[in-house]
């Protein structure tokens, strides 16, 4: 299975979650995402402005495991797994403080952290949907009591750590930048259930109960060094804010996944333009060879003939070398990549981009691009450029378990962003204004906002399921405005 969500990154780019989801019942798990964009003309973006290069250097993919999944409640929980591995691990450094003990318990401390982000994500998410009030206030009241239990589950252990001998290996460095990212995760997503319960006539018989647990949290965390947000001090915020990103890529590290990359097809590549070369030898050993049997070994008509011969065998190559290119186009991808975890391979990824034409494009895109009428007449004059990105994805659900033990793991996400810096370089002053006759028949100018559409049709398949989603981005000189999707 292939599930895809998209977002807004930044003010320049689209972010792109792609979660391949492998049947364990299955050694070779193949998937495949192609991707159409399509670019207005007065952009400017073509095969001679925009190559492969400049196309891979705004494409940026982080490859990570999906990150194994538990209910909010069972991370709150001291009987679920992820807790007592973790507790566990701090005791076995009290019976052992070796090498192996120690790296266990710095990734049951990371894991931890990890599955609590993720749960406390899709609870929030699954608070949006919630259209009933009653159910969305014991829901957010039930949020914020599993967020007081994973805050009190997980510091409660410090004790554990605090033994003479444990201290005098700096071991609870491990546990604070754990406890620092959870501190952080709790007071961001109390506030951000405040907002969205804010307006519900409840809301004044549990809002000091979650104000007080946020500052709660906010005192634990300045007694303990961790730095906090502060209303009068930028300084600091920009301190939080970076340390926070160091922290979540400290925090996943354990997630990531390697790609050791190199150029697809690349002996099947050097053997074909071998064998043009031999093409146009042969070419060329034919026609001296005939020449030289009906005049000589030593004549003008001859020596004319090795001449050209020599001239178009070159040719010849060349025009070999250019055909089996571009029959080999379709075929080969321009990147493979070995899909490494901890060194070990668990499968492989390829990627191209090309630019093609409206002929080479699937009908049922075209139909899903779902251009206006007026937008077909222009097409006539200034054809819509097409960059056709292709993905190809092999995974090994065999060797995935069998080098992730500790927790179910049931796949890998490719983060994948687009960043459109170059694509705003030609665009128009982002505020115009246009004349109209307000009630009172008098000339008023009104500003406008000029954007343009770029959209994405994509094609996903899993064995033999296939289906399509399309966005589109509104974009102005200024950055995306927004992401619609179809």
Request: net charge positive; glycine share 4%; with cysteine.
């Amino acid at each position: 299975m292939i599930d895809i969500a998209a977002k807004i990154h930044d003010k320049f780019s689209i972010e792109f979650k792609e979660s391949y989801v492998v049947n364990p019942e299955l050694k070779n798990n193949q998937f495949s995402v192609n991707t159409w964009i399509f670019m207005p003309n007065s952009l400017d973006i073509n095969p001679d402005t925009y190559g492969k290069k400049q196309f891979y250097r705004d494409v940026k993919s982080n490859v990570r495991l999906i990150t194994p999944s538990y209910l909010l409640r069972e991370m709150a929980s001291t009987h679920a797994r992820p807790y007592l591995y973790l507790k566990k691990s701090i005791q076995d450094l009290q019976a052992n403080v070796s090498k192996s003990n120690i790296a266990e318990y710095e990734y049951q401390v990371k894991m931890f952290c990890a599955m609590a982000k993720s749960a406390l994500r899709n609870e929030y998410k699954a608070m949006l949907k919630l259209q009933n009030a009653t159910q969305l206030m014991q829901r957010a009241q039930s949020f914020k009591t599993n967020i007081q239990r994973i805050l009190d589950n997980y510091r409660g252990l410090r004790p554990l750590l605090e033994q003479e001998h444990l201290s005098a290996h700096n071991l609870h460095h491990f546990f604070d930048f754990g406890d620092e990212f959870l501190g952080n995760l709790a007071s961001t997503n109390l506030i951000r259930t405040l907002k969205i319960i804010q307006d519900l006539p409840e809301i004044e018989a549990v809002k000091a109960d979650f104000v007080a647990l946020i500052r709660c949290n906010e005192a634990y965390k300045r007694e303990k060094g961790f730095p906090v947000v502060d209303g009068n001090d930028r300084d600091k915020n920009r301190f939080y804010v970076f340390r926070h990103s160091i922290l979540k890529k400290y925090i996943e590290s354990d997630l990531f996944i390697k790609l050791r990359k190199q150029k697809d097809g690349y002996a099947v590549e050097q053997t074909l333009y071998a064998l043009a070369a031999g093409i146009a030898m042969i070419f060329a050993t034919v026609v001296s060879f005939g020449v030289q049997r009906i005049y000589g070994a030593l004549s003008i008509p001859l020596f004319v003939a090795l001449i050209l011969s020599y001239m178009l065998k070159d040719r010849i190559k060349e025009l070999m070398r250019f055909y089996f290119a571009h029959r080999l186009g379709s075929k080969l991808y321009d990147n493979k990549a070995k899909v490494l975890f901890k060194e070990n391979q668990i499968g492989w990824m390829k990627e191209s981009v090309d630019f093609i034409s409206d002929k080479k494009t699937p009908q049922e895109v075209l139909e899903l691009r779902n251009r206006s009428a007026l937008l077909q007449a222009e097409n006539r004059i200034h054809d819509e450029k097409i960059i056709l990105y292709r993905k190809y994805v092999d995974i090994d659900a065999k060797k995935l378990k069998k080098f992730i033990t500790t927790y179910p793991v049931s796949g890998i996400n490719d983060i994948f962003r687009i960043h459109m810096n170059r694509f705003v370089q030609k665009m128009d002053n982002p505020r115009q204004m246009i004349d109209m006759i307000d009630s009172e028949g008098n000339i008023r100018p009104v500003p406008s906002l000029k954007i343009y559409y770029i959209n994405l049709v994509m094609q996903i398949r899993y064995g033999s399921q296939m289906r399509y989603k399309r966005y589109r981005v509104a974009l102005s000189r200024n950055g995306i405005v927004g992401i619609e999707e179809f």
